[in-house]
């Protein structure tokens, strides 16, 4: 089994800017991608971003897009979600997800592992 625990949300205004943290532990051997999901009310869950594991490909949603950033710490077994210019349409759940299987990174039901989830809320 694999453990997630997502740090980093919270309020913030438009325009500012957070980064979620996510750690993996437990049998990360491997890993084969990461990623930040978000959900906000009333809305079905998205892929925001994700990450390979080995070669640091990433995907971003297009409305994401050039605001926020994905990396990993393979050493500290740990993802982070760097989000700049924050928009009130950001505000969701983020939750931080890791798969061992490899394919199509922006599909969320390949997840296998999944954190509890990391309000951010942006105002207006």
């Known amino acids: 089994q694999v453990q997630l625990v997502e740090s980093g949300g919270g309020l913030v205004q438009a325009g500012g800017s957070l980064r979620l943290s996510c750690a993996a532990s437990?049998?990360?051997?491997?890993?084969?991608?990461m990623g930040w999901f978000r959900q906000a009310p009333g809305k079905s869950r998205e892929t925001a971003a994700a990450i390979t594991w080995t070669l640091a490909n990433t995907y971003y949603v297009a409305s994401v897009k050039g605001r926020f950033t994905i990396s990993r710490d393979v050493a500290k077994n740990t993802v982070y979600l760097q989000m700049n210019s924050l928009k009130p349409e950001d505000t969701a759940v983020y939750y931080c997800a890791a798969r061992k299987m490899p394919g199509d990174i922006r599909t969320s039901t390949d997840y296998d592992y999944w954190g509890q989830g990391t309000q951010v809320t942006v105002s207006s």
């Open positions: 437990g049998r990360t051997a491997g890993m084969y991608a």
